[in-house]
């Protein structure tokens, strides 16, 4: 029997978060991790879709340096191999950080299976020799246990994915060379970035989305301006649409899409990538052992959000086995961590509050949001009051010249003014970048006027958000 203070099983973000900051608060600490640390996020989500995804921007540069500003340059061809050996040295170094960390941080990674035997013990199979194999067998944990298992992509019935035809997420960058057309299944973020990157690369797109609109959880306009922005990339948008049926061909996938008027379509596809969300994993954690069980979406919900804390004492929850509010976002589980190692430590963190964790897709054009939708504000009861303005209403916005908006949703202050402000959304190049300072705000409970009092720099797209709250307190110059 081994004994230590904390054991982690899931060395993804969530989980090698609370490791590293449990280390750091003076904690002896095991992680247990079968696959690679790093998790889903690093090694076939957040960090190798995104090298890939700024790929896409550079090809789709050298179409507006031609088409717009008459730079006569042109697109040879994309050397898939040298891309995805890019891709894959930046995944790789990115590893060899997070392992580095870990180690200096005196955490204890044991390659290997890890399931609950107890309300404080854990059996680890080891998967390596040597020093793995040496810490395999029971362990107890003095403090307490971090489940950070994570979660895969969901599937629908059908074809399986072959890693080829029909892929998933989770696949869809390791898939072998470009196809030159797609069909994404599912509007929410991950297949419409999926969708973009096809979509820079030449590939004709088709993004089928069951909702009556992209995004369906973001504010109603950020879909609209979206939504405008990839039909004018070409890529066929078709929204309150099902899959009703989907053949593997010799060199594609048959797809029947039933739209939300007309009939069903019949069309041909190199590739289907299924992005309908994902489904924690739990399988081989022996929930039942520390009389713990998921709930009826398979999550495992926390007795005390607070602490993140299960109905068995000791043993917390973090990342995608959570079940909302919390969001399935990789920054998000790093604030879990950070939040259940101190709270194993002894300390009172302050409770995480997700409505002012910002979320971000990462497509051509980029959407970023902090708070409500104008749609839950109202739900929720506020009497609201908004401000759009477009990027292009400064001058920086006409320089990328791709369109997008900033938008705010306040609660109605006396007199029909504006007070604190609930929720801010953006669309448009580089937003990503830019909502950061939003999270403040919406986090701060501040009003237009206290944003009002700052200045922005000029010439910048962050212009367009101090003149939407210079407006709504009243001061604005470009009244739109």
Same mark, same amino acid.
């Given at each position: ?5 904390? *054991? ?17 608060? &003076? ?34 540069? *050298? ?105 998933? %997420? ?18 929410? !973020? ?54 009703? =049926? ?15 008027? &007309? ?12 992005? $309908?969300?994902? !489904? ?20 495992? !919900? ?29 920054? !998000? ?32 054009? =980029? ?21 759009? @303005? ?14 997008? @908006? ?13 007070? =604190? $402000? ?12 830019? $909502? ?25 797209? %962050? ?16 009244? *739109?």
């Amino acid at each position: 029997m081994h004994e230590t203070d904390i *054991i982690v099983i899931g060395g993804g973000t969530g989980g090698y978060s609370t490791a590293l900051r449990a280390a750091a608060l &003076g904690l002896d600490v095991v992680l247990a991790e079968r696959d690679l640390v790093g998790g889903t996020c690093l090694h076939r989500g957040c960090i190798p879709s995104k090298a890939m995804l700024h790929a896409a921007e550079l090809v789709d540069g *050298i179409a507006e340096a031609r088409e717009r500003w008459g730079v006569k340059a042109t697109l040879e061809a994309v050397d898939w191999s040298a891309l995805t050996a890019t891709r894959d040295d930046i995944v790789a170094r990115n590893h060899r950080g997070v392992e580095g960390h870990l180690s200096h941080a005196g955490v204890r990674v044991v390659r290997g299976s890890a399931a609950l035997t107890g309300a404080r013990t854990v059996r680890v199979e080891p998967t390596g020799t040597g020093a793995d194999a040496e810490a395999g067998g029971e362990w107890t944990a003095r403090r307490g246990i971090v489940l950070a298992t994570g979660s895969r992509p969901r599937t629908l019935p059908g074809p399986a994915p072959d890693g080829r035809r029909v892929v998933t %997420s989770d696949d869809a960058l390791y898939a072998p060379g470009l196809p030159a057309s797609v069909l994404v299944l599912g509007g929410g !973020a991950i297949g419409v970035e999926y969708a973009s990157l096809h979509r820079s690369m030449g590939a004709d797109v088709t993004l089928v989305e069951a909702a009556d609109r992209l995004l369906p959880l973001e504010d109603a306009d950020v879909s609209r301006h979206l939504t405008r922005g990839l039909k004018k990339r070409g890529i066929e948008v078709l929204t309150g649409a099902r899959l009703e =049926q989907a053949e593997t061909l010799p060199d594609g996938v048959r797809v029947t899409v039933r739209p939300a008027r &007309g009939e069903p379509r019949t069309l041909d596809v190199e590739r289907l990538l299924v992005a $309908v969300g994902r !489904a924690p994993v739990t399988d081989g954690l022996n929930l039942g052992a520390a009389g713990l069980a998921t709930d009826d979406r398979g999550f495992v !919900a926390p007795a005390d959000w607070a602490r993140l804390e299960t109905a068995v004492p000791g043993i917390h929850v973090v990342g995608d086995l959570l079940p909302p509010p919390s969001l399935g976002l990789a920054h !998000a589980s790093f604030a879990e961590g950070l939040l259940v190692a101190e709270t194993l430590a002894g300390l009172s963190p302050r409770p995480l509050d997700y409505a002012t964790v910002p979320r971000v897709t990462y497509s051509s054009p =980029q959407t970023a949001s902090v708070g409500l939708s104008e749609a839950q504000a109202r739900e929720r009861g506020h009497d609201v009051v908004t401000n759009t @303005m477009p990027l292009t209403a400064v001058a920086k916005g006409m320089v990328h010249g791709q369109g997008g @908006m900033v938008k705010v949703v306040a609660e109605r202050a006396g007199g029909g003014g504006a007070g =604190q $402000v609930l929720g801010v959304h953006l669309v448009g190049p580089h937003v990503s970048e830019m $909502v950061a300072e939003s999270q403040l705000i919406v986090g701060w409970d501040a009003d237009p006027a206290d944003v009002a009092q700052h200045i922005h720099p000029h010439p910048t797209l %962050s212009e367009a958000v101090g003149e939407v709250f210079l407006t709504l307190a009243g001061r604005g110059l470009h009244q *739109i």
